[in-house]
């Protein structure tokens, strides 16, 4: 199953951001075992620990789209978002599951089912000053996100929950610009994928390989 990744600059690997911190400071070895040697992964895994011990942290991170995003993007939003603007250049990785680490940990985000239970169940408005809303909120959140499958580890839980919602990513960025219509305070098009399914995957100080990059523009 393909994923899709993308970015300004042109990558020869993706990388979360705790890696890339990392490759700033500790140098990779001179050799071609494509970095795997054993003494640098100590030394990545402890810097991982000190600035990023939560496995979920947000640093460990990489996206990850479950379709190609469409080319026509900016015209979905008229203009108005503030990343996927008319003319803008891309990287698009294709990123092949089989790729990836076998016990990838992930959280497939802005599911239907979420969108449903924030808007339409949850009071957001009352827990702005109720910390203790916001907590049941969401734990609400992840609760669900549990029960439907779409957080967990592993390749072959990843490609289920993805089946769930492959088909039709131009039809949640449309439901998304309708939202902002009636919730412009909730800044979505401040947000690359607010409403849309997508991956965040949590591969911390190992990089992650593509088998295609394309260069891409929206209009």
């Known amino acids: 199953m393909n994923f899709y990744h993308y970015s300004i600059e042109p990558f020869d690997q993706i990388k979360s951001k705790i890696l890339q911190e990392a490759n700033?400071?500790?140098?990779?070895?001179?050799?071609?075992d494509d970095g795997h040697?054993?003494?640098?992964?100590?030394?990545?895994?402890?810097?991982?620990?000190?600035?990023?011990?939560?496995?979920f942290d947000y640093r460990r991170s990489?996206?990850?789209?479950?379709?190609?995003?469409?080319r026509n993007l900016a015209s979905i939003f008229n203009g108005e978002h503030q990343f996927w603007k008319p003319g803008i250049e891309l990287w698009e990785y294709t990123i092949d599951s089989r790729d990836l680490p076998?016990?990838?940990?992930?959280?497939?985000?802005?599911?239907?089912?979420?969108?449903?239970?924030?808007?339409n169940k949850q009071d957001w408005d009352s827990a702005k000053e109720n910390p203790k809303l916001v907590e049941k909120y969401s734990n609400d959140i992840d609760r669900l996100m549990f029960e439907l499958g779409l957080s967990?580890?592993?390749?072959?839980?990843?490609?289920?929950?993805?089946?769930?919602?492959?088909?039709?990513?131009?039809k949640y960025y449309r439901e998304a610009y309708e939202l902002h219509k009636k919730y412009p305070e909730d800044k979505i098009l401040q947000k690359y994928a607010s409403c849309v399914p997508h991956f965040m995957i949590y591969p911390g100080v190992q990089f992650i390989s593509y088998k295609e990059r394309q260069q891409i523009k929206l209009k």
């Open 24 to 32: 700033k400071t500790i140098e990779p070895p001179n050799s071609d």
């Open 37 to 55: 040697d054993l003494a640098y992964m100590k030394e990545l895994l402890m810097f991982q620990k000190s600035h990023a011990p939560e496995a």
């Open 62 to 70: 990489v996206s990850m789209f479950l379709e190609p995003i469409p």
């Open 102 to 119: 076998k016990k990838i940990p992930f959280k497939l985000h802005e599911s239907p089912e979420v969108i449903d239970l924030i808007y």
């Open 152 to 170: 967990g580890e592993g390749i072959a839980h990843m490609e289920v929950a993805a089946r769930k919602y492959n088909r039709g990513i131009e």
